[in-house]
């Protein structure tokens, strides 16, 4: 009976040790999936865009659908990108070529993980898609 005396209250004292490591644990797994969901989102972007501007006959076309794309996908996503950067390389951009997209967005992990994490992170993705060989470059553009 005496042992069962001692261990009185050993729960308790455990708990109370491991509660704030469980709970910064927790908060870690929600900070990296955040992250790693802002990483797919800019991604995501990228890819949309190179698609979007591939659908163009015209450079400059293809240009503003590449941005325009980008924007919506990131209003949409998880991320608030402080700065946005896109870059669209219509240098081989003829039937067979290729469109490059580059998305760039600084965002703050406090916003990212809506916790009081300081700092930013600069999120890079870039995204090539090929341009229909048997398109027609008469400066069609899709609806």
Same mark, same amino acid.
Not at 60 to 75: G, R, Y
Not at 108 to 118: R, Y
Not at 131 to 142: H, K, Q
């Given at each position: 009976?005496? *042992?069962?005396?001692?261990?009185?209250? @050993? #729960?308790?004292t455990?708990?109370?040790v491991?509660?704030?490591l469980?709970i +910064?644990?927790?908060?870690?797994?929600?900070? @990296? %999936?955040?992250? @790693?969901? @802002?990483?797919?989102?800019?991604?995501?972007? +990228?890819?949309?865009?190179?698609?979007?501007?591939?659908?163009?006959?015209?450079?400059?076309?293809?240009? $503003?659908?590449?941005?325009?794309?980008?924007?919506?996908?990131?209003? =949409?996503?998880?991320?608030?990108? *402080?700065?946005? $950067?896109? =870059? #669209? $390389?219509?240098? $081989?951009?003829? +039937?067979? %070529?290729?469109?490059?997209?580059?998305?760039s967005? =600084?965002?703050?992990?406090?916003?990212?993980?809506?916790?009081?994490?300081?700092?930013?992170?600069?999120?890079?993705?870039?995204? #090539? =898609?090929?341009?229909?060989?048997?398109? +027609?470059?008469?400066?069609?553009?899709?609806?």
């Amino acid at each position: 009976m005496r *042992r069962l005396d001692e261990q009185r209250g @050993a #729960v308790s004292t455990e708990l109370v040790v491991l509660a704030p490591l469980l709970i +910064a644990f927790m908060l870690f797994v929600v900070f @990296a %999936g955040r992250v @790693a969901q @802002a990483e797919g989102d800019v991604a995501n972007a +990228a890819h949309e865009a190179a698609r979007a501007a591939s659908l163009f006959g015209v450079p400059q076309a293809a240009i $503003d659908a590449a941005t325009e794309t980008v924007k919506a996908n990131i209003a =949409e996503g998880a991320v608030a990108c *402080r700065h946005l $950067d896109v =870059e #669209v $390389d219509t240098s $081989d951009f003829d +039937a067979g %070529g290729q469109v490059t997209v580059t998305v760039s967005c =600084e965002a703050a992990f406090g916003d990212i993980a809506m916790l009081s994490v300081p700092g930013s992170r600069t999120f890079v993705a870039t995204a #090539v =898609e090929v341009i229909d060989v048997f398109r +027609a470059d008469s400066g069609w553009s899709p609806p």
